[in-house]
Each structure stands twice: as structure tokens, then as C-alpha cells.
């Protein structure tokens, strides 16, 4: 017997950019409903002025994606570039690194630090 998989709606949906420059590849995941570009400013942590391009959600099993796609909030898209914004309005999801939570609560730690100080 093989296992049943969940519905396919439970699946993360992962795709793949490669730097054409540096070769350098990310893994991103949807977390919002929208639209991704097909090009992307190269992301390698060394500085590289390439542009990435879309694998077109194939990938190959076993990625763990460090990139997330998601819908900003009304208070995020405040503070948002000129184009950026209209790109969400058009029905764009933004790029950011995923951060753990370790990452997280170094965050939280320095912002409640900077609180205090300010009293
Ligand atoms: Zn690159």
C-alpha cells in the first residue's frame, strides 16, 4: 500500500530562480495568493548584479526554500517604493528571506531593548 497524499492545496508551492551571472540559485515559496516575476535582481549573498530567472514551479524534491512571497499589509505597502507598490496593487507578491525563529526573537529582543532605553 502506498500512502495517500493530502489534497494538493496542502502542498507549498516552491519554485526555483538561478542567477544567469553567478549561478547562484534561491527557492521560494508562495505564501499569499498573486503574481511572481519572471526575472529576479540576483540574491547570492556575495554582490552579484545579475538577474535570476524563473524556473516556473519546477523543482526538483527535496528543497527547503529560504525566499517567501507574500501579499504586504496596508501598513507595509505605506512604506513601499513608488514601483513596488504598483506592482502589488497589480496583484504582485513581494520577496523577502524567511526568517527562523531564532532570527525572530533576536528581533523581538533588540526591539524591546531599544523600548526600554527610549523610556
Ligand atoms: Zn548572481
Same mark, same amino acid.
Given at each position: 500500500?502506498?500512502?495517500v497524499?493530502?489534497?494538493?492545496?496542502?502542498?507549498?508551492?516552491?519554485?526555483?530562480?538561478?542567477?544567469?551571472?553567478?549561478l547562484?540559485?534561491?527557492c521560494?515559496?508562495?505564501?499569499?495568493?498573486?503574481?511572481?516575476?519572471?526575472?529576479?535582481?540576483?540574491?547570492?549573498? $556575495?554582490?552579484?548584479?545579475?538577474?535570476?530567472?524563473?524556473s516556473?514551479?519546477?523543482?526538483?524534491?527535496?528543497?527547503?526554500?529560504?525566499?517567501?512571497?507574500?501579499?504586504?499589509?496596508?501598513?507595509?505597502?505605506?512604506?513601499?517604493?513608488?514601483?513596488?507598490?504598483?506592482?502589488?496593487?497589480?496583484?504582485g507578491?513581494?520577496?523577502r528571506?524567511?526568517m527562523?525563529?531564532?532570527a525572530?526573537?533576536?528581533?523581538?529582543d533588540a526591539?524591546?531593548?531599544?523600548a526600554w $532605553?527610549?523610556?
Open positions: 500500500m502506498s500512502e497524499k493530502d489534497a494538493d492545496e496542502a502542498a507549498p508551492r516552491l519554485n526555483l530562480y538561478q542567477c544567469k551571472e553567478c547562484h540559485i534561491i521560494t515559496v508562495d505564501r499569499d495568493e498573486g503574481v511572481t516575476p519572471f526575472m529576479l535582481g540576483c540574491r547570492a549573498p $556575495s554582490p552579484c548584479r545579475g538577474w535570476m530567472e524563473s516556473f514551479y519546477r523543482v526538483f524534491p527535496g528543497l527547503k526554500p529560504t525566499w517567501e512571497w507574500y501579499r504586504p499589509t496596508d501598513e507595509e505597502r505605506a512604506s513601499l517604493k513608488p514601483g513596488e507598490r504598483e506592482h502589488v496593487e497589480r496583484g507578491l513581494l520577496i528571506p524567511i527562523t525563529e531564532k525572530k526573537a533576536q528581533i523581538a526591539a524591546k531593548k531599544a $532605553s527610549r523610556q
